[in-house]
C-alpha cells in the first residue's frame, strides 16, 4: 500500500522512501504508517540491500503533526503512540538510512533515530523543540538521544530545545555523515557501503557528571521560570541512563501524556498557531505583492533608533541613520561599534559577520541623503509638532513608492500621514524597546494605508525576524492601550495598602517578565505625569513620587532603590504612599497574591475585550501574541485573552 503521502521505488539494489507530506513532512496521520511500509517492502525484497527514507519538498519530517495535539487533549484522537512502528524501523533487518535536510525537528529527529544511520545536507536543523510546545519528546528522543550523543548533549537539547547544525550533529555523532549536492544520491551511495543495520537502542550512554546536570536545572529553572516541560524533560532523559530501553520509553510516555493533557502545553501550542495567524489579514488580498525593500533609513539616533538600525543591519539591509544633533548620531555610530565589537568579545558573533552587519549602518548628515530608500522610519521625539514636521519633510525627499513610517507608541497616524501627499505609503512600525531583542513589532495601519503598504510591512517583519501584528489607529494601539489601566489596577492596589514590591512580586510569580510598577520605574514615572498633566487626568500616587525626585530608574529612584539593573524596596516609598493615600481619604486594606493577579489581570482583559470591539486588534490571539512577544507574558499561560 502507497498511502500518498509516503512513495517508495527502487534504486538498482536501494529503496527509497519518499515523503511528500507539505508543507514540513509532518507525521500525520498515516505518514509515519506508510514509512514502515516502505521499509518493510524493502526488507522483503531480496534484490534491495539497503533502505533510504528522504522528505521531498523543503525539509525532512518537521515533527509530529501539532494539529492533532488539540484533537487528542479533547479525546477526539488517541494518545500519540508512534513507539510501535518506530520499533518496527529500528528493527529492520536491512540497514535503514535517513537523509535528513531543512529541519529535522520533533518527531522527524526521532523518527531519524529510529533509523540505524542518517546523513544530512550541511545546512540541516537537527533538535527536539517539544518544550517549546510545553511538552517533551513523546516517541523514544529522551531515550535515543543519550545513546547517540551522551546525556550531557541530549539534555542540552531537550532541556532548552534549541537545535543545532548539521556539523554540530555530525561532531556529535547524532549525523554519520554530511552531503554536499545531491543528497539523494549522497544517501544511496552511503547505503551501499553499510553492511548490517545498527540499532540505537543497542548503543552504550555516556553519563553526564552531576555537577553538569544540576548546572543544566539551575539553568532551566532560571530561564524557563514557572514551565513544567523543560525540568520533566531533565528528569526523563536522565532516566536513559538508570533504566533499561524499554522501562525508559514507558517512563516517557507517561510525562509525555501528562503534559499534553495539562494546561501549559495548551497555552504553548495557542501561541505556536497564533504566531502564524497574525500574519493572516483579511483586507490584504493574497495576490498582494509586497515591495522591495532594499535600503532603510532612520530619521531619529536616540535609543529607538539605534537599536531599530541594527534590526536591520543584523537582517541584512543597509541602513542610514541621521539626527539633528550631529553629536547624537556621532554616539549613535559609536554606540553601534561598541555592540559589535561586544558581540565579538562574548563570542555571539564571528569578527567578519560583525564588521559586515556594523558596515551596513551608515551615517547621514541630513535627511536630504535619504533619495534612495525604500523606507524611512522617523523615531524622534514623540511630539505630534515635530513628527508632523520631520514626515513633510520625508515626504519631500523620498522617491516614489518609499514607505513612511513612524515608531511612535501612541500618536496618531493619520495626523502624520496628513502631512505628506502620500497617506496610502504611511504606516506605524511600533518597535519595542530593546528593539534588536524584542520580537514584538506593531503594524499600525492608518486610514489610508494601502493593503500593499500593509503586506510591505509583514514581509520586512519576516526578514527581521519579528512576530507583526497588524493595529487599529487609535491611541496606544494593542499593547500600550491595554497596558495602562494593567497600571492604574497595580497603583490602585498600593494606594488601597499593598507594598508595591509586593504587587510586582505577585504580578511576576504569575509568571509576567516583570511587575507593572518596575516596568514604570524603567520608563520613567516623569513620563506619565507629563502625559496625565497634558491630558488633565487626575493625579496619583506616582505624582508624590515625582515631587520627592523619585523618578525611576533613570535618576536611581523610583517605585524601587535602583543600583543599574537591581532594585531593592525604599522603605521611603511607602511613607510617601501612605501619606499620599492618607490625604486623599484611601481606606487601607491588605490583599492576597491572588486578589491582586485578578485586580491587574481582570482590567488589562477588560481593555482587551474593548480593543477587540472596536476593531483596533483583528482577533483574540493577536492580542495574546502581542502581550506575549512584547511586554513579556508567559507562553505557557497562552496570552491574556486565552482562557485555556
Ligand atoms: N505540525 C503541523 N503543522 C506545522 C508543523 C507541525 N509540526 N510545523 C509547521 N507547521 C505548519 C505551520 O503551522 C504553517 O502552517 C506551515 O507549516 C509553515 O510553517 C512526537 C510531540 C518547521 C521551522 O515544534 O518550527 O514532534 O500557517 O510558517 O517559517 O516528540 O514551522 O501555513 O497553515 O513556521 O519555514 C515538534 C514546529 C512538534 C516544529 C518551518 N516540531 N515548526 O518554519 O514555516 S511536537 C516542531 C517549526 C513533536 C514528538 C513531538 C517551523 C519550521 P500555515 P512556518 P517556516
Known amino acids: ?64 503533526d501539532i494539529r492533532e495535539f488539540p484533537k487528542i487533549m479533547a479525546g477526539e484522537r488517541p494518545m500519540l503512540s508512534l513507539n510501535p512502528l518506530l520499533e518496527r524501523i529500528e528493527n529492520a533487518a536491512k540497514p535503514v538510512v535517513m537523509a535528513l535536510h531543512g529541519t529535522a525537528l520533533g518527531g522527524g529527529l526521532e523518527t531519524a533515530m529510529a533509523g540505524h544511520y542518517r546523513v544530512a545536507a550541511s545546512s540541516t536543523q537537527l533538535g527536539q523543540p517539544e518544550v517549546k510546545l510545553g511538552l517533551i519528546p513523546g516517541a523514544g528522543g529522551t531515550q535515543r538521544l543519550p545513546r547517540l550523543v551522551g546525556v550531557e548533549r541530549a539534555l542540552e537539547l531537550c532541556v532548552f530545545g534549541n537545535p543545532v547544525t548539521a556539523k554540530e550533529a555530525v561532531d556529535w555523532g547524532l549525523v554519520d555523515a554530511l552531503v554536499d549536492g545531491d543528497l539523494l544520491a549522497g544517501a544511496v551511495a552511503y547505503a551501499r557501503t553499510l553492511q548490517a543495520p545498527r540499532r540505537t537502542r543497542d548503543l552504550t550512554i555516556e553519563s553526564a557528571p552531576e555537577e553538569a546536570i544540576e548546572m543544566i536545572r539551575e539553568e532551566a529553572r532560571r530561564r524557563m521560570r514557572g514551565q513544567a516541560a523543560p525540568l520533566s524533560a531533565l528528569e526523563v532523559v536522565c532516566a536513559a541512563d538508570i533504566f533499561d530501553f524499554d522501562e525508559g520509553l514507558a517512563f516517557e510516555a507517561r510525562i509525555f501524556e501528562s503534559l499534553l493533557k495539562g494546561p501549559q502545553a495548551k497555552a504553548m501550542i495557542h501561541v505556536f498557531f497564533g504566531e502564524r495567524e497574525v500574519v493572516k489579514l483579511p483586507f490584504v488580498p493574497k495576490e498582494t505583492r509586497p515591495r522591495e525593500i532594499r535600503r532603510a533609513a532612520i530619521v531619529g539616533a536616540g535609543t529607538m533608533g539605534r537599536g531599530i538600525a541594527l534590526c536591520f543591519a543584523n537582517a541584512g539591509v543597509p541602513v542610514q541613520i541621521t539626527d539633528a544633533a550631529p553629536a547624537a548620531l556621532g554616539a549613535a555610530l559609536d554606540w553601534v561599534k561598541h555592540h559589535y565589537e561586544h558581540a565579538v ?67 496618531d497616524i493619520d495626523a502624520l500621514a ?33 493593503p500593499e503598504v500593509i503586506a510591505t510591512a509583514m514581509e520586512l517583519a519576516r526578514r527581521l525576524r519579528k512576530v507583526a501584528v497588524v493595529a487599529g489607529n487609535k491611541f496606544g494601539f494593542i499593547g500600550n492601550r491595554m497596558f495602562a489601566p494593567y497600571r492604574e489596577a ?48 487626575p493625579e496619583t500616587v506616582e505624582d508624590a513620587l515625582c515631587e520627592t525626585g523619585r523618578l525611576g530608574q533613570k535618576n536611581g529612584r523610583g517605585w524601587y532603590h535602583w543600583e543599574g539593573n537591581r532594585r531593592s524596596a525604599d522603605p521611603g516609598v511607602e511613607q510617601v504612599v501612605r501619606a499620599w493615600s492618607e490625604k486623599q481619604g484611601i481606606a487601607q486594606r491588605t490583599f492576597t497574591a491572588r486578589e491582586i493577579v485578578d485586580r491587574c489581570l481582570g482590567a488589562l482583559r477588560a481593555e482587551g475585550r474593548k480593543v477587540l470591539e472596536e476593531g483596533v486588534a483583528l482577533r483574540a490571539v493577536d492580542i495574546d501574541i502581542v502581550y506575549v512577544h512584547g511586554y513579556g507574558y508567559p507562553a505557557w499561560r497562552g496570552g491574556p485573552m486565552f482562557d485555556g
Open 1 to 64: 500500500m502507497m498511502s500518498n503521502a509516503v512513495t517508495w521505488k527502487r534504486d538498482l539494489d536501494v529503496l527509497v522512501v519518499t515523503i511528500d507530506n507539505p508543507p514540513v513532512n509532518a507525521l500525520s496521520p498515516g505518514v509515519l504508517e506508510g514509512i514502515v511500509e516502505g521499509v518493510e517492502a524493502g526488507v522483503a525484497d531480496e534484490e534491495v540491500r539497503a533502505v533510504v527514507v528522504i522528505g521531498a519538498g523543503k525539509t525532512f519530517i518537521a515533527g509530529a
Open 345 to 411: 568579545k562574548h563570542k555571539r558573533l564571528p569578527a567578519e559577520e560583525a564588521a559586515r552587519r556594523a558596515g551596513r549602518i551608515t551615517g547621514a548628515r541630513a535627511l536630504t541623503e535619504f533619495g534612495e530608500a525604500d523606507l524611512i522610519i522617523e523615531a524622534v521625539s514623540e511630539d505630534p509638532e515635530v513628527k508632523r514636521g520631520v514626515f513633510a519633510e520625508m515626504d519631500r525627499v523620498a522617491r516614489p513608492g518609499c514607505l513612511l513610517a513612524s515608531n511612535t507608541s501612541t500618536l
Open 418 to 450: 496628513g502631512a505628506t501627499g502620500r497617506p496610502g505609503d504611511v504606516l506605524g512600525l511600533h518597535f519595542f524597546s530593546p528593539a534588536s531583542v524584542m520580537r514584538l513589532l506593531e503594524v499600525v495601519r492608518g486610514a489610508e494605508t494601502s
Open 490 to 537: 497595580a497603583i490602585r492596589c498600593v494606594q488601597e495598602g499593598a507594598l508595591p514590591w509586593v504587587v510586582d512580586q505577585a504580578i511576576e510569580n504569575y509568571g509576567l517578565a516583570m511587575g507593572p510598577l518596575a516596568v514604570g520605574d524603567l520608563a520613567g514615572l516623569d513620563i506619565g505625569r507629563a502625559i496625565r498633566k497634558e491630558a488633565g487626568m
